[in-house]
Each structure stands twice: as C-alpha cells, then as structure tokens.
C-alpha cells in the first residue's frame, strides 16, 4: 500500500497527459496518439519541477504499464485468420525484418548512434512501429529518450509512406493485392498501414485494406521471436563482459515474461474463436491496450531530455530513412521475384 502511494501521483499524472493526447490521436490518427504524448510529455517536462513525489510513479508508467500495454495487444491477434491469409506473404515479411535489422546493425557506427536506438529503429521499422518499440525496450533496458528519438523517427516515415505509396504503387501498377503487400510490409505501424491502404482504395475503388491489415497483423508476430532474440543476446553480452551481477543474471531474468503473456493472449483469442465465440468481447482490451501505450509515452516525454533528442535527431533520422528505403525496396523486389505484384 506504501509502495502504491508512492507511485500513485506520478501514474495519475500520466493518465492526466494522456487523455488529450488519446483525444488528438482520434482527431489526427496519422499522427497517432503516442506521438502526442509524446511532445506532450516532453512540453510539460520542460518547465514542471514537482519530480520527486511523481518520478515513481512516472518511471513505473513508463516500464510496466507499457509491459502491460504488449500483453494486451495480444488479444487482438487471432492467429488462425492470420496464418490462413497472411501466410502467403511471409517470405516477403521474413526478407524485409531481416533486411532492416541487417541495415540498422551494419550503419549503427556509421550515423554514430547509440546501439540502442538503432535496435528500436531497425525494430520499430521492420515490425510493427511503436509497438515493436515498447516491447523491445524494456528487454534492452533502453532509456526514455532512446524511445522517445526513435518513436518520433517512425512517426515521420508513417506519414510520408501513407502520402507517397499510393501514388508510388499506382506508377509501378501493382495490383489491388499487390499494394496490399506492399502496404502491409513496408509501412512502419498499423495506423498508418490503414491510412496507406484506405487513401488507395480511395483513388482505385478497391477493398485492399482488410489484406494490408492481416500482413501487418502477421508481422506483428515477430515481436515474440525478435524480443526473445535479444534478451538471449543481452544475456551472452552480459555473462561475456562479466563484472558485478554477472554472475547472477540468469535465463529467467533475462526473458521477457510480458512476450509470454502476449502470446497466450493471442492464443486464447485464437482458440475462444474457433470455439464460435465472438472475439468482439475482446475489444474493449485492445482498446485498453492503445490506451496504455499513449500513458507509456507521455511518460517517456516527461522522462526525455529535449537537448540531446535534438543533437542527435538528424543521425538517427538519417538510419530511420535507409531502413524504410530498404525495406520498401526488398518488398517490391520479393513481390517481383514472387510474381504477386
């Protein structure tokens, strides 16, 4: 009970930030709300000076209720829809993960990043945007203004892709399943990906949208194998350096048990669904979900420092835009190769 008062001021702050910021989410959803909580965050955490009664509860915010926030995106994941339809496009999901890993890890060095924050770019660009980024974070104890640099890097791409890829798939004349592919592989995060499909369904008369969404969903899944990845890789740099709490830091503190959760939530979706349930009961924990991702990241802002986001913008930028570039090429490329354009 202690321990709940001292983290109840900052979490209630949090909650506070985070209801305008749902709000212009819903009013702007190609921005998206966790990109207003974001700079929402981050405005009131320049001038408010309060921090000692709240930091607990905002550093609580920040780590477990995003946790929470992955393991309820699970219920929204019915795994039987998305193996029947979504496997067709997984040689093009698998090539395009592992080409944005491949290019953040190679010019990490070359934009003088933290390796941090290109794992979350490389991450959040090849799976699933901020979604990807909250559950890799706590795995590689990433920093607040880590997350914070590399939501707003996907936010920028989420936009230009929605803008650009409708009128780029028109001039390579890909086929309403073709951009279907394309969209669900190449677009950083799932609101996007439905801005992007919807504005060409709008321009081809089409019903493009529900594939684009099952490819996404699809690759949504790698979260599990990516995040377990890393902490095994986390764990071997950890033992390897050796040093103080080398010693004690084991496979059960280094697996993320929240990426557990997540995929027995999707499990019980999977199965309550092939059992005739109507999987609509599950929406107001999606909702829920989204919810806890927008109070995570005003957190985060609150937690940000504006200075150093600043300096290093234009690096990380720079590594944002060559994985959404490569990844967009490597998906047109499978599709070539695959004969689905």
């Known amino acids: 009970m202690k321990d709940l008062k001292k983290k109840l001021p900052g979490i209630v702050l949090c909650l506070g930030l985070a209801i305008p910021a749902w709000f212009l989410g819903q009013w702007l959803p190609l921005i998206g709300a966790p990109v207003f909580a974001i700079f929402i965050g981050m405005l009131v955490g320049s001038f408010y000076q309060q921090r ?3 930091q607990a509860g905002i550093a609580y915010t920040s780590k477990y209720i995003l946790q ?21 496009s997984l040689p093009i999901i698998l090539t395009t993960i592992t080409t944005s ?36 974070a706590p795995v590689i104890d990433a920093k607040d203004d880590e997350v914070a640099q590399s939501i707003s890097v996907i936010f920028l791409f989420n ?5 650009i890829f409708p009128t780029l798939g028109g001039l390579l004349g890909l086929s309403n399943h073709g951009f279907a592919l394309f969209a669900g ?4 995060d799932t609101s996007s990906v439905t801005a992007t499909a919807a504005a060409w369904d709008a321009i081809h008369h089409s019903r493009t949208l529900e594939g684009a969404t099952i490819v996404k969903l699809t690759r949504t899944l790698a979260i599990i194998p990516i995040t377990l990845g890393l902490s095994f890789y986390r764990m071997y740099q950890v033992k390897r350096a050796g040093g103080q709490g080398a010693s004690q830091f084991s496979f059960k503190r280094a697996f993320p048990m929240f ?23 599950f929406e107001p924990l999606k909702t829920l979900s989204k919810f806890f991702i927008v109070m995570a990241m005003t957190a985060i802002g609150l937690n940000t420092n504006v200075v150093k986001l600043v300096k290093s913008g234009g690096q990380a930028i720079g590594l944002g835009a060559t994985c959404w570039i490569a990844i967009a090429i490597m998906s047109l490329l499978m599709q070539s190769l695959l004969g689905t354009w």
């Open 101 to 136: 890993l491949l290019v953040a890890y190679g010019l990490q060095k070359t934009f003088k990043l933290d390796v941090n924050i290109a794992t979350l770019i490389g991450v959040g660009s090849s799976i699933c945007g901020g979604s990807a980024i909250a559950a890799t």
């Open 185 to 188: 592989t190449a677009v950083n």
């Open 68 to 88: 929470w926030a992955v393991v309820l995106l699970g219920f929204g994941l019915n795994l039987s829809q998305v193996m029947s339809v979504g496997v067709t």
């Open 259 to 281: 990426v557990l959760y997540f995929f027995l939530a999707s499990v019980l979706t999977t199965l309550l669904s092939l059992l005739g349930v109507n999987t609509a009961i």
């Open 159 to 163: 936009i230009l892709a929605a803008l």
């Open 52 to 54: 000692q009664s709240t």
